[in-house]
């Protein structure tokens, strides 16, 4: 099983500021990455596949990065509404594996 | 309007048995994998196993094999998680998402609003 492993744990910037999310995996996934934005008391949206590759309707300053094993997720200037949990998910080897995720949090 | 929508939520007791539902509608049912993510409470998400409705193949994380069972029902396009003996530690929040494949790689492009179950004697 691939361990995705996420860091920081929390990142506490305000707005405007730029969040960069890193999701380290165990052995190569290829560019077989997406991550996934969960705020408080809805389910999870896709918001990058294929590493560098947004989902419908997420805004450009979200972008995504990396391969093999080490990803990166940006958002160059956070809005109110990015403050949230952000999770990776491998979607090259069965089981299907998620990061322990990174709480983006109002400084 | 594609949509996923969960059944309500469940209060159960240890050693009951449970079968929560997602029923979808606007997409071919039988063409996408669905499948079901645990989140325990302040937790994080864990994938727990797959469903294929054209041929009911369904692919179990090993976590979760044996604990549950995933099932589809094309004739009202509802999958299906179901526990045969219910315990405290499967109090937690499921969520049913669809599971594309873009290329080789699987990610889930559509989710349910999640079903609370909460187990407690």
């Known amino acids: 099983e691939i361990v995705l492993t996420q860091s920081p744990a929390t990142l506490s910037l305000s707005p405007g500021e730029r969040a960069t999310l890193s999701c380290r995996a165990s052995q190569s996934v290829g560019s077989y990455l997406a991550w996934y934005q969960q705020k408080p008391g809805q389910a999870p949206r896709l918001v990058i596949y294929d590493s560098s590759n947004r989902a419908t309707g997420i805004p450009a300053r979200f972008s995504g990065g990396g391969s093999g094993t080490d990803f990166t997720l940006t958002i160059s200037s956070l809005e109110p509404e990015d403050f949230a949990v952000y999770y990776c998910q491998q979607g090259d080897n069965w089981p299907l594996t998620f990061g322990g995720g990174t709480k983006v949090e109002i400084k | 309007e594609v949509q996923l929508v969960q059944s309500g939520a469940e209060v159960k007791k240890p050693g009951e048995s449970l079968k929560i539902s997602c029923q979808t509608s606007?997409?071919?049912?039988?063409?996408?994998?669905i499948g079901w993510v645990r989140q325990m409470p302040g937790k994080g998400l864990e994938w727990m196993g797959i469903v294929y409705p054209g041929d009911s193949d369904t692919r179990y994380s090993p976590s979760f094999q044996g604990q549950v069972t995933i099932s589809a029902d094309r004739s009202s396009a509802t999958a299906f998680l179901q526990w045969s003996s219910l315990k405290a530690s499967d109090t937690a929040i499921f969520y049913c998402?669809?599971?594309?494949?873009?290329?080789?790689?699987?990610?889930?492009?559509?989710w349910g609003r999640g079903t609370l179950v909460a187990v407690s004697s």
């Open positions: 606007g997409y071919t049912f039988s063409s996408y994998w």
């Open positions: 998402a669809r599971l594309v494949s873009l290329g080789r790689a699987f990610y889930f492009d559509l």
